[in-house]
Nanobody, 109 residues
């Protein structure tokens, strides 16, 4: 059973930045296209080879990346807006694994 552990969330003012991490418990991670989800809606994805895609609302502000050697997925979030608030989860692009607990991001002044 693959386990997903998200971290890095917190309270930040509008315009601020956060970096989220997702630790995956199995090195099968390197074979999968992965995604970051806000309230279980996809916001960014990255292929096994590193090709990234974003929903329009986060383009130019968020950057998804991965470290296959460390079985870790990242989401760098800049210029945060109140609409970015939510619980962020990672999973495969096809939502193949059980969800983790997520990490709360709150953007508020």
């Amino acid at each position: 059973q693959v386990q997903l552990v998200e971290s890095g969330g917190g309270l930040v003012q509008p315009g601020g930045s956060l970096t989220l991490s997702c630790q995956v418990s199995h090195n099968i991670f390197r074979d999968y296209m992965m995604g970051w989800y806000r309230e279980r809606e996809l916001v960014a994805s990255i292929s096994a080879l590193g090709t990234d895609n974003y929903v329009d609302s986060v383009k130019g502000r968020f950057t998804i990346s991965r470290d296959n050697a460390q079985n870790t997925l990242y989401l760098q979030m800049n210029s945060l807006k109140p609409d970015d608030t939510g619980v962020y989860y990672c999973n495969t692009r096809s939502v193949f694994w059980s969800w983790g607990k997520g990490t709360q991001v709150t953007v508020s002044s």
